[in-house]
């Protein structure tokens, strides 16, 4: 099995995973995504560079569309949650406690959409800014900063817990 | 946490720095800036924490027989190419082999020659342009079709 192709796959079904959250989905998701990047014509080549952000944004649009269809998105119509810039500094020893990584993920999910998919893109797949831009459609110098918005939210959700 | 207005152009820039996204210029200005300023250099490092963690976090991998059957036909589309290309090769091989032959034989004259091969040269030619437009069509046409 080519290890390059079944870590993009691997990637991109966790990618589903992170969007839709149902496992069931994100695997009709990847067949759905398979079926295009087989048939589309203008599909990149499998082992080509371009075809790893190409396949992301095919996951990315057909789980928009799952979303749509079960009328099962919080973030929908996809509204950035107003983030204050200056948000209050987590104590260091909370970001380093193991239980921590569970409370992220589940900050995470209670993201919107628009702010969950740019952090995973980056924090979780390694996307570069124009890699993203290519995934979510966007232009490269928007991806600083919708980012960095998307960050402020995530610390922002995380501060309950540290507050306790 | 108050942030200075000196700190809050730095806010933006903090992100692109944490994921070595920023030019050169702007890498040492917010090096310099964190070297000297406590608040910033937590938030940063609060960043750095949380990245860390979000890309340790763990996900539930596509079953095997899944994963194995989308590869395959991946890489199918990989062999297709290179049967293609094996294909297309052949035939300019052959092309050229059957050209020489004709260009060889001593039995037809040379009007008969400049006749046929001008038809063929004109095919070709046909063929080419036709070719060459399609391609172009398709470098343009990347995304079009995809259902978003």
């Known amino acids: 099995m080519g290890s390059v192709l079944a870590d993009i796959t691997q990637g991109a079904f966790k990618l589903a995973l992170q969007l839709v959250k149902q496992p069931a989905e994100a695997h009709d998701i990847l067949q759905d995504a398979a079926i295009i990047a087989l048939s589309h014509p203008a599909a990149p080549h499998p082992n080509s560079g371009g075809f790893k952000p190409w396949f992301y944004k095919v996951v990315r649009n057909k789980s928009i569309d799952s979303l749509r269809k079960v009328k099962r998105s919080e973030g929908e119509p996809f509204i950035e949650e107003v983030v204050p810039d200056q948000v209050q500094h987590c104590p260091q020893r909370i970001l380093e406690n193991a239980q921590t990584q569970q409370y992220i993920k589940a900050a995470l999910e209670e993201l919107p959409l628009q702010q969950r998919e740019i952090i995973v893109l980056k924090d979780f797949h390694g996307l570069s800014y124009q890699d993203i831009a290519n995934v979510l459609d966007i232009p490269k110098g928007s991806v600083m900063s919708r980012l960095h918005r998307a960050r402020c939210a995530l610390k922002l959700k995380l501060m309950p817990i540290v507050e306790e | ?148």
């Open chain 2, 1 to 148: 946490m108050h942030q200075s207005n000196n700190c809050q152009q730095f806010s933006e820039l903090i992100t692109g720095y944490l994921d070595g996204e920023l030019t050169q210029q702007d890498s040492q200005r917010v090096s310099l800036h964190l070297q000297s300023c406590e608040t910033c250099k937590s938030s940063f490092e609060e960043l750095q924490a949380m990245q860390k963690l979000i890309k340790q976090s763990k996900y539930q991998n596509m079953d095997e027989s899944q994963l194995e059957h989308i590869v395959n036909d991946l890489t199918s589309k990989k062999l297709e190419l290179i049967s293609w290309v094996a294909i297309v090769s052949g035939f300019v091989f052959v092309l050229v082999l059957a050209g020489y032959e004709f260009w060889i034989d001593t039995s037809l004259s040379g009007f008969e020659k400049f006749t046929v091969g001008l038809l063929i040269a004109g095919g070709v030619g046909l063929f080419l342009s036709v070719l060459r437009q399609r391609l172009k069509n398709r470098k343009n046409d990347k995304y079009k079709g995809v259902k978003l």
